[in-house]
């Protein structure tokens, strides 16, 4: 057996594989003699199967099998032994193995294409500047967040008029022009809508001020243009309500007003746990830092994306892009090479970065330990508890969550790689410049823009 590197270009090479009978004929032998011990073939009794009638029935296939682990094992060892920087796999060159003949062959040469990664330099200074923003905290903000906690744990309660934020619930049914009910027209014995979601005002107003069992006839196109929130009325399918009449009479059975909760021991308790938080003053103050805490995480986002896509601009090279995209159309067997072709940028884009990341992460020794990545399971898991209101979730629960997380591979290879883009983008932070830039919150949301 003999492996041969050809060079076509910087980022393109052709692998060839020489394998004579002499490779693969010991190990095809000692395969057939093992089905034979085994064959349970009617006239003979176990064991005694002709082996001649074992290579008949099995020798093509056990010999093409015993080739391609050779082919295989060995083309990962010259990949391994020569320390070649490969993108994708191996491809084997079609054209070439459709010439090949198992049948009269006892030698063979098989031939595969490899895209080789680029060699490239990192080129940044202090002279490549990033903004750092900070996002200052203002009144509005505050409101916000104080408005989020009063109405997320506030509570829906009965009313006897309505008002323009009520929900109201009632029989809903079809008219005719005349105000005459519609027999075989659409209705609803118990159906909701919300007063203040009615896009009409005077229809709005006609509801506004109405009581229990009271009715209101009304255009339901009119008060509701979008045809998802006439069929939510109606509890129909979106496409059935297009052709539909478009007057109906609603009879009130029930009116909810929604109170946001009051601000007292009773909120910070549900919010954070029993005794965590006693005053008002303590409250205002924790929401002070939950939010201090969220814009820095989004001001660090930013400040990431920006080192990425600065890095990637400043460092130039180039990908054996024809050699990709026929490896991407051989994994991904659903898509076809348009598809492909219309995603390619993105993949570009993603592919150049992690090779980027790679080099720092190799050239600087990085490593990831088992503590770190349990450390930012368990920070993912209390962030996503926290959107959920959990606020009160015990240190034992997150670990024991975060650890169910880490045993599912794909969630641990993206922990593990944002783990590794943190602490690459910490290598380059201190290559370049930042420079401190005091923003808005509607600035900084403009810069995603």
Do not use: C
């Not at 010991?26 to 034979?36: G, H, I």
């Not at 098989?110 to 002279?127: A, D, Q, R, W």
């Not at 209705?187 to 896009?199: A, H, M, N, P, R």
Request: no cysteine; proline share 2%.
């Amino acid at each position: 057996m003999n492996i041969t590197k050809e060079n076509i270009d910087d980022l393109n090479a052709v692998l060839k594989i020489k394998i004579e009978k002499t490779d693969y004929e010991d190990k095809a032998e000692t395969v057939l003699k093992d089905y034979r011990k085994k064959a349970t073939i009617k006239g003979f009794r176990p064991g005694m199967v002709p082996i001649g009638l074992i290579k008949k029935m099995y020798g093509k296939a056990v010999q093409l099998d015993e080739i391609n682990k050779i082919v295989t094992e060995n083309i990962q060892k010259y990949i391994t032994d020569e320390k070649l920087e490969i993108l994708g796999d191996p491809l084997p060159k079609v054209d070439e193995q459709d010439k090949i003949d198992f049948d009269t062959q006892q030698d063979f040469t098989f031939s595969f294409e490899l895209g080789l990664s680029p060699v490239f330099e990192l080129k940044l200074s202090k002279k490549n500047k990033v903004n750092q923003y900070d996002i200052i905290v203002d009144e509005k903000m505050r409101s916000q967040y104080l408005e989020n906690y009063t109405r997320r744990y506030g509570e829906l309660k009965k009313s006897e008029q309505i008002e323009e934020k009520d929900v109201v619930k009632g029989r809903i049914e079809a008219i005719d022009e005349n105000g005459n009910v519609i027999p075989e027209g659409p209705s609803v014995e118990e159906t909701s809508l919300g007063i203040d979601i009615i896009k009409d005002k005077k229809i709005k107003k006609e509801f506004i001020g109405k009581n229990i069992h009271d009715t209101i006839d009304f255009d339901l196109k009119k008060a509701f243009p979008n045809d998802m929130e006439i069929a939510g009325i109606l509890h129909k399918k979106k496409e059935e309500v297009a052709d539909l009449v478009a007057n109906y009479r609603f009879t009130v059975n029930e009116i909810s007003r929604f109170y946001p909760a009051e601000l007292g021991k009773e909120l910070f308790d549900k919010i954070f746990g029993e005794g965590v938080i006693n005053s008002e003053e303590e409250f205002l103050k924790k929401i002070e830092e939950e939010i201090v805490a969220n814009l820095k995480r989004e001001s660090d986002f930013k400040l990431m994306m920006d080192i990425k896509n600065m890095t990637m601009e400043k460092t130039d090279f180039q990908l054996p892009e024809e050699f990709l995209k026929k490896w991407l159309l051989r994994v991904n067997e659903k898509s076809t090479a348009e598809q492909i072709e219309k995603e390619f940028d993105s993949f570009r884009k993603d592919l150049k970065w992690q090779l980027i990341r790679n080099k720092v992460a190799r050239d600087n020794e990085v490593k990831i330990s088992e503590e770190e990545l349990q450390k930012e399971a368990e920070n993912i898991t209390r962030y996503q508890f926290q959107q959920y209101g959990l606020f009160y979730t015990t240190d034992e629960q997150i670990a024991n969550y975060a650890k169910e997380t880490l045993k599912r591979d794909e969630d641990a290879k993206r922990i593990a790689d944002k783990i590794l883009d943190e602490k690459v983008i910490l290598l380059i932070k201190e290559l370049v410049k930042l420079e401190d830039k005091s923003v808005t919150t509607e600035e900084f949301n403009k810069l995603f823009e």
